[in-house]
């Protein structure tokens, strides 16, 4: 990943440009990173904090052999990938809170937003975006309760060329596994380095929010929580950890 690397001081967002990219035929691993976003997008159409010089912005253009279905797994495999290489580079503990955000000390240093293109039962491109905090002091209001960054976590300016170098050879060792011994066999990493599993979790999810205690992934990457009721299965929404 990463033979084709497309630079910005400045875009809109790195998926929308890798997007682009994939529609007009880039080759696979393309990779699009910019100093600043003006409008970086989150999950669940929230915006992405994403200053100049401060993170690490990029997209991933990926045309796996997969159908559809197998999107939402891309993301977990990615999680997998970074969160290896940031606790390799920097040594500070982190972990993966399903689906897809890298926690330290329970704030989001890391965000993963996949996009898919498909037709018919074939994948045409997937780009996978992700915002790593490396070196912001500092954040704006509304997220300051809930994020943190690299420099925050271990008290040292993170290098983030070093940092972007490991997480693209990071992502390529998930990337392989998955295509010759499937998902399964990165899903095994994932239960590991998970901060949600055997956990109480709340979910806001887009009929109800329930409460329960997260027990497993399942083969399609969906969250099982076990409730009064039974076991629920949780394939999107915001999952959050109770601390009560
Ligand atoms: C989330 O946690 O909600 C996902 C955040 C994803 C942010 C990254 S930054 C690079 C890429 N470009 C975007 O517009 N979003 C992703």
């Not at 997007?19 to 600043?36: Q, R």
């Not at 095994?188 to 901060?195: F, G, K, V």
Request: include cysteine; aromatic fraction near 8%.
């Amino acid at each position: 990943l990463g033979q084709e690397i497309h630079y910005f001081p400045e875009v809109d967002s790195t998926n929308n440009e890798a997007k682009k990219l994939a529609a007009n035929g880039c080759p696979e691993g393309t990779i699009v990173v910019a100093e600043s976003q003006a409008t970086g997008r989150g999950r669940l159409a929230r915006g992405w904090f994403s200053p100049f010089g401060k993170g690490i912005w990029f997209s991933v253009v990926l045309r796996p052999p997969f159908g559809p279905m197998d999107a939402a797994k891309c993301t977990l495999m990615a999680a997998v990938g970074v969160n290896r290489a940031i606790n390799r580079v920097t040594g500070v503990g982190c972990g993966i809170k399903w689906p897809n955000d890298i926690l330290w000390n329970g704030r989001k240093v890391v965000g993963i937003l996949t996009e898919m293109s498909a037709e018919m039962d074939a994948i045409n491109y997937v780009v996978i975006g992700m915002g790593i905090n490396a070196n912001m002091k500092e954040f704006p209001s509304e997220i300051a309760a809930t994020a943190t960054s690299l420099a925050l976590a271990t008290g040292q300016t993170v290098s983030r060329v070093i940092l972007l170098a490991e997480i693209l050879a990071e992502l390529e060792n998930v990337y392989t596994l998955v295509q010759q011994a499937g998902f399964e066999s990165v899903f095994a990493a994932w239960r590991q380095e998970s901060i949600t599993l055997g956990r109480q979790v709340r979910v806001q999810g887009f009929q109800r929010n329930f409460s329960g205690l997260a027990v497993d992934i399942d083969a399609d990457g969906a969250l099982l929580i076990k409730t009064a009721q039974g076991v629920e299965r949780v394939l999107a929404g915001d999952v959050s950890i109770r601390y009560d």
